[in-house]
């Protein structure tokens, strides 16, 4: 048998869960791909596989003696640490092992996922990565306000342009009003080769409505996606970079996510006191049919 028949194959035998993660009740939320496997498959059959699935990222769990190695696939690319999927994982776990918190090793860091079997469906919370935050330089700043056609009048001074990390990279833009961030438009092309040439995951737009009710907007085209509905790796990011403001989120933000997409999408966000400590990020999941 051809190699080419022999992933076909393997591609077929591999069951798939897709499953919803940050849905507002019984809607909206990130789908995403699990695949939960014996062995991790080699690169350019889980990216290939990826592409097949279609949606923003597709998490491949292999167990291990106390956990499983996870990777995650876009459509186009590998990133490092995926929100979304994770708390999908969370699910799928749950479902498959019972209630319970997973050790997940990930290619740069070692994080946790518990899955919860609840009256009305399956939730998730995450413990992610340590984070940490720079300022966005003066250059970066414009060539990003250019890439979405806003102004520096346009931005939120309170929390001004910067680089933030919790797993994954994004640049963290925030806007003085919803309006601005509800008509964002940008182009694909122009958005991939702005974040590769930056190595940022995604661009996290946000508006701040209270200290803690925040609407963002995360363009993906690093991954080949125009915008993710739900995103937990940026939300990690973007609560660790509002510690390291000293913003008065007093422990706890809901993050409002892809209602400008049609897909409205709630994440519930844990913020401790230590700077740089992992940031707890949770919500509930749907399967899809």
């Known amino acids: 048998m051809s190699r080419a028949a022999q992933r076909t194959n393997k591609e077929s035998k591999m069951e798939i869960h897709r499953i919803a993660a940050f849905c507002d009740g019984e809607v909206g939320g990130n789908p995403a791909g699990v695949a939960i496997i014996e062995t991790l498959p ?5 990216q290939a ?12 769990a292999a167990p291990t003696k106390d956990g499983y190695r996870v990777r995650y696939f876009s459509p186009e690319t590998e990133v490092p640490f995926c929100g979304h ?13 019972g209630d319970g918190i997973f050790k997940l090793t990930l290619n740069d860091a070692e994080i946790t996922v518990e899955g919860r079997n609840e009256v009305k469906g399956t939730t998730a919370a995450l413990q992610s990565p340590e984070t940490r935050s720079r300022p966005a330089d003066a250059a ?17 001074p309170r929390i001004p342009p910067a680089i933030a990390e919790g797993g994954a990279t994004h640049l963290v833009i925030a806007l003085n009003n919803r309006e601005t961030l ?5 182009d694909l092309d122009a958005g991939r080769q702005f974040m590769r040439k930056h190595n940022f995951i995604t661009v996290s737009l946000v508006f701040a409505e ?3 009710r925040i609407h963002a907007r995360n363009p993906f085209a690093s991954g080949g996606v125009y915008e993710d509905p ?3 790796a940026a ?3 973007l609560a660790g970079y509002l510690r390291d403001l000293e913003w008065p989120h007093g422990g706890t933000l809901e993050i409002i996510q892809g209602q400008d997409m049609g897909q409205p999408s709630r994440l519930k966000v844990g913020i401790s006191a230590e700077p740089g400590s992992s940031i707890r990020v949770s919500g509930a999941t749907r399967v899809m049919t």
């Open 85 to 97: 999927a994770t708390i999908a994982l969370g699910a799928a776990l749950a479902s498959l092992n």
């Open 42 to 46: 080699d690169v350019a059959e889980m």
């Open 210 to 212: 209270t200290d803690q």
């Open 230 to 232: 739900a995103t937990g």
């Open 49 to 60: 596989l990826a592409a097949k699935v279609g949606f923003s990222e597709t998490a491949f």
């Open 235 to 237: 939300a990690a990011a």
């Open 182 to 186: 509800a008509a964002m438009t940008y």
């Open 140 to 156: 970066l700043t414009a060539e990003a306000l250019a890439l979405f056609g806003y102004r520096t009048e346009e931005l939120d």
